[in-house]
């Protein structure tokens, strides 16, 4: 006899529509690090937002918890479900909702459903000579609703920010099935309050994003990409400043790359060039047009005393992509290399140097065989800090995180950083949201959750941990 509950989710969604044999629903219950590991009664798939407001009034009525789920690429667990939770979970994966459903050329705009993935929406704005410039390495399978619920960031923010600058309007299913209709594709409207904004960033625990629209930008006319070595992460900053002077707006990425994360690099894959000795790597992109000069550009290099013997300047957009290759890759190494107690901070520019040289000398101590490897999107000031211990395995590195991440984020509060830059709170930082939160902001924030979801019935254990913690 069928189990009444997925009897009804066939009803709601259509029996292809819903996964519950645990073997298939496995890739669903653990995160993209397999670090969480979760229990959830199905998987589905809905169609269309009518059916997502049957589901979250069906699991209103059943205090069934509810799993919001995209590419399940997020990096602290939050679109895993719980081990141990006392309360059904049932995981609503919106891959079957996404479709584009609009462009409008001369409004610069382009509305989406929320299951389209980000490669898929780069893909039409492009074939439509338009240009979206979100950009992550986990694009083939991160999807606009997941990016829009972690208020994703990734190589393109220095110019055009983060998916929330660039989001005009949503619709989101809230707690009570309703459907909060702000699927707008205006650049101006002091309407009160901006709603679209409480979801953005929310991580599935206020509502399930469905559509949104954004805008889209003229295709660059061109780019230089390039790659050169920095001896110290102040001087690639004074070269920043100087790019930016001189380039003003168009300096769009600014990536650096720490030493030890080639060598750790170069056990996977082969380089087509020698890794060159300095400590640090940066990989540029400049949009340019006709007025460009390579000189200039390279003299602006000489004169901040980097060394061009050392650096790369794509000469065609296979050398382009080759060079971001290189960077987008770099986690998918670190998850072959192994656990690493891993952090994704920001800092002010001006603390970046300091923090570095000073943490990591206290990281060595507490751990003198520990290793870092450090990127990130150093032209935001957000940098992926990783300190790894080879062969550890999870328990090990959990231990290791007891040590290192409160010397971490103290060091980070102090001067005035955030704990997740771009990626998130999810699971695995809630504890640390709590003692790092500004308490006024933390209370206000615990207020909105009960005041939209009163039952916790979105993403319960994220973001805030559950009373029993
Ligand atoms: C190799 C790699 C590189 C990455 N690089 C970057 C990077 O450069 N910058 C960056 O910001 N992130 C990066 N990430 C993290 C991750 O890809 C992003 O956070 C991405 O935005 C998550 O999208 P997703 O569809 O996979 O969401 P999921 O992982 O499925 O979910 C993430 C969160 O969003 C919620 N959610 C998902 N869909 C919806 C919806 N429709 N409505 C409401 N809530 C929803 C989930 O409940 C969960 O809380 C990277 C990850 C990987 C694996």
Redesign the pocket.
């Known amino acids: 006899m069928t189990n009444p509950i997925l009897n009804q989710l066939y009803q709601i969604c259509g029996q292809d529509n819903v996964l519950d044999n645990p073997q298939l629903t496995d890739p669903y219950t653990h995160d ?1 690090r397999k670090r969480y590991h979760g229990s959830a009664i199905a998987v589905v798939f809905p169609e269309t937002q009518l059916q997502i407001q049957e589901l979250v009034r069906f699991c209103q009525a059943q205090q069934i918890a509810i ?9 602290c667990g ?2 895993t479900p719980l081990s141990d939770y006392a309360r059904a979970q049932l995981i609503i994966n ?1 891959q079957r909702i996404n479709q584009i459903i609009s462009l409008d050329r001369d409004n610069y705009s382009l509305t989406v459903e ?1 299951g389209c993935t980000l490669q898929q929406v780069q893909e039409y704005a492009s074939a439509h000579g338009l240009y979206f410039p979100l950009s ?3 694009q083939g ?3 606009i ?3 829009l ?2 208020n ?4 393109q923010v220095l110019k055009y920010g983060m998916i929330r600058d660039l989001t005009l309007g949503l619709r ?1 299913v809230l707690a009570n099935g309703e459907v909060l209709d702000g699927l707008t594709a205006l650049r101006k409207d002091n309407t009160y309050l901006d709603l679209k904004q409480l979801l953005i960033g929310s ?2 625990t206020l ?4 559509h949104a629209t954004f805008k889209l930008f003229p295709m660059p006319p061109a780019y230089c990409t390039l790659m050169f070595p920095v001896s110290s992460i102040a001087q690639a900053l004074q070269l920043l400043q100087a790019l930016k002077t001189y380039y003003t707006n168009n300096v769009s990425a600014f990536e650096i790359i720490k030493r030890d994360s080639w060598q750790i690099y170069q056990n996977y894959f082969d380089f087509k060039h020698e890794i060159c000795d300095a400590p640090w790597s940066i990989i540029c992109e400049i949009e340019i047009n006709n007025d460009f000069v390579l000189e200039n550009l390279l003299t602006l290099l000489e004169q901040n005393e980097i060394d061009l013997s050392q650096s790369i300047v794509a000469s065609s957009e296979q050398e382009r992509q080759y060079l971001w290759q290189l960077r987008e890759q770099i ?2 190494v670190e998850k072959q290399h192994g656990y690493a107690a891993k952090h994704d901070i920001s800092l002010p520019l001006s603390q970046l140097e300091d923090f570095v040289a000073s943490n990591s000398t206290k990281l060595k101590k507490l751990e003198p065989c520990g290793y870092f490897s450090i990127f990130g999107h150093l032209g935001d000031g957000n940098l992926h800090y990783n300190f790894g211990l080879a062969g550890a395995d999870s328990q090990q590195i959990r231990e290791l995180e007891q040590l290192v991440n409160p010397v971490v984020y103290k060091d980070i509060i102090v001067r005035g950083g955030s704990i997740s830059a ?3 709170i ?1 699971q695995s930082k809630n504890h640390w949201l709590q003692q790092f939160c500004d308490p006024v902001s933390y209370q206000l924030m615990q207020q909105l959750k009960q005041q939209l979801d009163p039952h916790n019935l979105f ?1 319960p254990g ?1 973001i805030f941990a559950l009373p029993q913690d």
């Open positions: 993209w799993i919001p789920q995209g590419g399940n690429t997020s990096t939050a679109a919106l929320a992550l390495a986990s399978s991160c999807q609703g997941g990016n619920a972690t994703a960031g990734g190589v989101a991580e599935g509502g399930i994003i469905t986690p998918l771009e990626h998130g999810g993403n994220k």
